[in-house]
């Protein structure tokens, strides 16, 4: 038996939801009433907390023009933290809002993306169904869902924090939220970020492991000295090494280096550490140790703006952002290609990454090598002494 339907009509009273904009006004199309939404990145919650475990929500849709994004949110952490898909004029996209940020140039592919026929000039019902689990995307009144999520990037909590969203003019009505019951179909399992990581390292030659640091501003006249020259990369590194931000990073802006991760898809993604600004900065290490050396091809992708170094010299620049039809900026690990002889012992990939137009932004890196071994703190700190027991007895 199905839970109880609780339904919003929109176009008639927006009082249960909060945020968005103020001219989202009532209006009708192709015949039926419905809520007009013409601001860009503008996103409504629901001001009551749901509190079922696993729940469907769906709306009635339409993208009027040739341009058009229109979704629904859940898990929200806070308004500028939450999960969101929506019906594109081709697609359906999963793009986890991050620090007020759409991540779409990170989460690009079939696992968070499904192309579609020209989906404007018409109603549609969008519905996701959504748990501590995961996700799945239908669409009307498909049975199989079009786009499963096994992984939410914000972690799966407080999904209950729920509302719509859209990016540039659309239409939508009849917002509902429904109970599920385990006999209504079980959410995708999720995957093991550990797993994840090691299948990447394995098997694609990611960098997987990074120290990064915010920059006031990309630099050209910047000294390029070696990382090696700085004891605040081993010194400032915090003992809690995590993808979130804490105020001490806020704070201490460049100052302060923070352990992070790469994606399920190899990409590190420094919107999870801070907003994308247009003009905001980020360097980026990772430090590895070979037995041998070896000739390989690194190949890279980015968003929006790079300068990458391997051992330090300087190997790439270049830019790749949003800039339609020729640039799409979507981050792909196969967008460039550098040929790199590595040497035995510790090897050191160093990169500033710069935002230039307010989307995601960050970097994915394909060493080609067969196996690394990443450095931990104990290691960066014996490189250090070494290196500065070598400069002493120099002088």
């Known amino acids: 038996m199905m839970a109880e339907k609780r339904v919003y009509a929109l176009w008639d009273d927006l009082t249960p939801f909060q945020g968005g904009e103020s001219r989202a006004i009532a209006g009708e199309w192709k015949g039926e009433k419905a809520l007009y939404l013409n601001q860009m990145n503008s996103a409504f919650f629901l001001q009551e907390e749901i509190i079922f475990p696993t729940f469907r929500l769906e709306a009635e849709v339409a993208i009027p023009g040739e341009v058009g994004f229109v979704g629904l949110i859940f898990g929200a952490t806070d308004e500028s933290n939450y999960e969101l898909v929506y019906l594109a004029p081709i697609e359906i996209q999963y793009d986890p809002i991050m620090n007020g940020s759409m991540t779409w140039q990170i989460y690009n592919g079939p696992s968070y993306q499904k192309a579609l026929p020209d989906m404007t000039g ?6 996701v169904e959504a748990g501590p689990e995961g996700a799945k995307v239908f669409l009307n009144d498909q049975t199989a869902p079009m ?20 990016y540039v003019p659309c239409y ?14 079980s959410l995708p399992v999720p995957l093991q970020p550990e797993a994840l990581i090691q ?25 390029n000295r070696s990382v090696t020259d700085s004891q605040s990369v081993i010194d400032n590194v915090p003992e809690k090494g995590n993808q979130s931000v804490t105020d001490n990073m806020r704070e201490a ?27 905001s900065c ?77 989307f995601g932004w960050g970097v ?32």
């Not at 060493?367 to 070598?390: C, I, P």
């Open 364 to 395: 994915a890196i394909k060493t080609g090598l067969r196996e690394v071994a990443f450095l931990n703190d104990e290691h960066l700190k014996s490189q250090e002494h070494m290196w500065q027991n070598m400069l002493s007895h120099k002088r």
């Open 199 to 223: 299948n990447q390292s394995e098997n694609d030659s990611f960098l997987t492991e990074w120290l990064v640091r915010s920059l006031a501003a990309p630099e050209t006249e910047r000294d």
């Open 147 to 166: 786009l499963v999520i096994p992984n939410l990037q914000h972690g799966g909590k407080r999904l209950g924090k729920v509302g719509f969203w859209n």
């Open 122 to 127: 018409q109603w549609h019902r969008l519905i």
């Open 253 to 279: 802006g460049e100052q302060l280096w923070v352990k992070a991760l790469a994606e399920e898809n190899g990409t590190l993604n420094l919107n999870r550490l801070w907003e994308a600004k247009q003009g």
């Open 172 to 185: 939508i009505r009849n917002f509902s939220i429904q109970e599920l019951s385990s006999a209504q179909g």
């Open 282 to 358: 980020a360097e980026v290490i990772s430090r590895f140790m070979l037995q041998e050396e070896e000739d390989t091809c690194l190949t890279l992708g980015y968003s929006d703006s790079i300068r990458l170094w391997v051992n330090d010299i300087e190997v790439y620049g270049g830019n790749w952002l949003w800039q339609p039809p020729s640039h799409d900026g979507r981050i792909r690990p196969d967008h460039a290609t550098v040929l790199i002889k590595w040497r035995k012992g510790v090897n050191t990939v160093r990169a500033e990454v710069t935002q230039r137009e307010g």
